[in-house]
């Protein structure tokens, strides 16, 4: 199938007319010529990069949090006189980013296809900016919360939209590299978070600077988004569905595709418009989406499996295997390991390579094999770490080992391309909405899985957690061997076609 903006080759699986069934592998406007696709490095990178910081500021805010929750409570440093918090207020702290994300998550169900993808990053870095403001101008604890959530509303219409910015402007052969490099600037956010907390714990009033420091990114982001085209396949999503003047939207969409390209498009913009305009009809993209869509046909096959992943990316013991890490470090012997954040930020280095590799060979490799090999690797860990607490306490080594097995593991699996596979499975007209329950559920399920944590510890005990947690690795194997599909290579249509 022909490409939208991130596509400009001709698919050459069918020559001549079109018509009819997906099945038939017969589609509109296909030529004999398979071109390559040509695209700047530069104007490809940089529609990334913006959108990125939205993961970053996400990353950034969770590292900076674990610190900064330590330098209000000191009654020495923390500059104020409302330091002597109880357990539940830090908890406000904590998690009122968390609360905005999931306010962040159903807005954007509502106004992510009015807005377009550009404005809701703009939107999303504003929020950033102000919750950053006032968060550290904070003169009392409700106002600090407020700060919380309105940054937490931010991550929420960041998460949202970035994926969708970078998966409609990114080429096609660099999509899954691109989104997936997305999860490294989440993780690099928080290695800068925990580093930069780190540095300022003992300062007085330092939790007000660690909030500070996010609010040069969130500027930058913002600047960025606003200099960036809007996608053109928003573009011509609103031109087909009659939301304009289809002349003067196809003229725009043809200037942000050459801007989004660099000069190596050459002249071949405004062909590859009327292409994606005639396969956004074939799939039926001119129709307006309606809430019931989502749960019937295709529209709910992408949903069980962009839900179905996030959810499993988060339910799999990630925030329980992180909690053990430092007493497991201790008793291997590691003396460091008694600093939490040290631990947090060598686990965070870890990470951030992990994160890299799978970058570099997710275009190769595929999404399916990073996905069946990095959960196996996961159910392997997470079995060994429940039968180090039940049965093998004297061999701390091997909990080192299944750690970094199921850290690793996870950056491969899971934590890139859980992100990736809900930016391409929506169909277009969907996507908005699709993304948006699939956002939701990501950060419902972390809240879940951080509030059910502490009393199932005391009642099942580390050993049967780990063991639960195996299980569900298991089942979540399944369900990517039974349910996910291949997108390598594809263009955004023809996993519409194919994939569902």
Not at 93 to 118: E, H, K, Q
Not at 253 to 275: F, H, K, M, N
Request: neutral net charge; proline residues 4%.
């Amino acid at each position: 199938m022909a490409s939208g903006p991130e596509q400009p080759r001709l698919s050459s699986r069918q020559k001549g007319g079109s018509s009819g069934e997906l099945g038939d592998a017969q589609e509109p406007l296909l030529s004999e010529v398979h071109n390559s696709e040509n695209y700047s490095v530069l104007a490809a990178i940089l529609p990334f990069l913006f959108p990125a910081l939205g993961g970053l500021l996400y990353g950034y805010d969770i590292g900076a949090t674990s610190c900064a929750t330590i330098s209000v409570e000191s009654p020495t440093s923390s500059g104020i006189s409302w330091y002597n918090l109880s357990s539940v207020e830090i908890g406000l702290i904590t998690s009122g980013s968390l609360y905005g994300a999931l306010i962040g998550s159903l807005l954007a169900f509502n106004v992510a296809d009015f807005l377009g993808r550009r404005r809701e990053l703009i939107s999303a870095a504003i929020l950033y900016l102000l919750g950053a403001l006032v968060t550290a101008l904070a003169p009392d604890l409700p106002v600090m919360v407020i700060g919380r959530v309105v940054f937490g509303i931010g991550i929420g219409l960041a998460m949202h939209a970035a994926p969708m910015y970078i998966a409609e402007t990114a080429p096609s052969e660099i999509r899954g590299r691109l989104i997936s490099l997305k999860e490294f600037f989440i993780v690099l956010g928080m290695v800068g978070g925990y580093g930069i907390g780190s540095l300022l714990v003992d300062t007085v009033a330092g939790w007000r600077y660690m909030y500070t420091a996010a609010i040069p990114l969130a500027v930058i982001m913002g600047i960025g988004m606003w200099w960036l085209p809007a996608s053109p396949r928003w573009i011509l999503l609103r031109a087909i569905q009659g939301r304009g003047n289809m002349h003067e939207l196809k003229e725009t969409a043809i200037s942000c595709l050459c801007r989004l390209r660099g000069t190596a498009i050459g002249d071949s913009a405004p062909a590859q418009v009327d292409e994606m305009l005639a396969e956004l009809s074939y799939v039926g993209e001119e129709k307006e989406a309606s809430l019931g869509e989502m749960f019937h046909g295709k529209c709910l096959k992408a949903l069980v499996i962009g839900a179905g992943l996030v959810l499993f990316q988060q339910i799999t013991g990630q925030p329980s295997v992180l909690y053990y890490a430092a007493s497991i470090f201790q008793s291997a012997g590691f003396s460091e390991a008694s600093d939490a954040t040290r631990v947090s930020i060598l686990l965070g280095v870890f990470k951030l390579i992990m994160t890299g590799a799978a970058v570099l060979v997710v275009d190769r490799l595929g999404r399916r094999p990073l996905l069946l090999g990095g959960v196996l690797g996961m159910v392997i860990s997470l079995f060994l770490l429940g039968s180090y607490y039940l049965f093998f306490d004297n061999a701390p080594i091997a909990a080192v080992v299944a750690l970094l097995l199921y850290v690793g593991c996870y950056q491969l699996s899971f934590g890139p391309i859980g992100w990736l596979m809900i930016s391409e499975i929506f169909p277009l007209r969907l996507r908005g909405r699709g993304l948006s329950i699939a956002v939701l559920v990501n950060f419902a399920a972390n809240a879940l899985v951080t509030f059910a944590f502490s009393p199932l510890k005391v009642w099942l005990g580390a050993g049967i957690l780990f063991y639960a947690f195996g299980a569900i690795a298991v089942a979540s194997l399944v369900f990517i061997f039974f349910i996910v599909p291949e997108t390598k290579g594809l263009t955004l249509e023809e996993i519409e076609a194919k994939c569902l």
